[in-house]
């Protein structure tokens, strides 16, 4: 039985979002995914058993698509803690509106949160460095993320930031598509994510420097 001291204080975990959450990159589909979502409900249920988690992600989907199809399953999940990242899709489009995008997830942070659930989120990192030919995306994954970082202050959700670390432009934490993290950047993001949310147990420290990322490959190998 876990103790008091050890328990956390999330029961009911859902993961809400697009490839990324379903864990793309991280497995496949025919010995399974395990993702960032899974990873870090995973770290939850070594800290108390009695954890319960769903992961609504489906990949493909447009931020407003998320919202649309996964928030209403999500609140009726009753969860404590839940993940919302969507807006990469977005951003690969012709027509991407950023205000439009963040709109999308702050209607899904003020929803979860107005019902009592913790709620955190990521900022996209630059991968202009690993992929030249991306760096017109560059502005607009620095408007996203500035509007993430607005929207989630006013509905008091976590945000575990990408940006300024060096270890996410390693390329080895990505898989060959360098859209979608591998096995390693999925354990790293989950690791970052329960940093941020100062979770019991969360194991691993927060990714900070490339040499803090050889570190971690030098102990799974």
Do not use: K
């Not at 979502?37 to 939850?44: F, P, S």
């Not at 209403?72 to 205000?99: C, E, H, Q, Y």
């Amino acid at each position: 039985m876990p103790t008091s001291e050890q328990s956390t204080p999330y029961l009911r975990y859902v993961a809400l979002g697009d490839s990324q959450t379903e864990g793309v990159g991280d497995g496949d589909d025919t010995v399974g995914l395990r993702g960032f979502a899974d990873r870090l409900a995973e770290r939850l249920a070594v800290v108390d058993p009695r954890v319960r988690y769903a992961n609504l992600a489906v990949r493909g989907l447009l931020a407003g698509q998320v919202r649309a199809r996964q928030l209403a399953p999500a609140l009726a999940l009753r969860p404590d803690l839940a993940t919302v990242v969507a807006g990469v899709n977005d951003m690969l489009r012709p027509s991407f509106d950023a205000a439009e995008v963040a709109g999308h997830l702050e209607a899904m942070f003020a929803a979860l949160t107005g019902a009592g659930t913790r709620v955190a989120t990521l900022t996209f990192p630059d991968l202009t460095v690993l992929v030249p030919l991306a760096r017109p995306l560059r502005p607009r994954i620095e408007e996203l993320n500035d509007r993430i970082r607005v929207a989630a202050a006013r509905h008091g959700v976590v945000v575990s930031e990408s940006t300024g670390h060096e270890v996410v432009t390693d390329p080895r934490i990505w898989s060959a598509d360098r859209l979608h993290a591998g096995p390693l950047g999925h354990e790293r993001i989950a690791a970052a994510v329960a940093h941020a949310l100062a979770l019991p147990g969360r194991g691993l420290a927060r990714p900070t420097t490339r040499q803090a990322f050889q570190a971690t490959a030098a102990c799974a190998v």
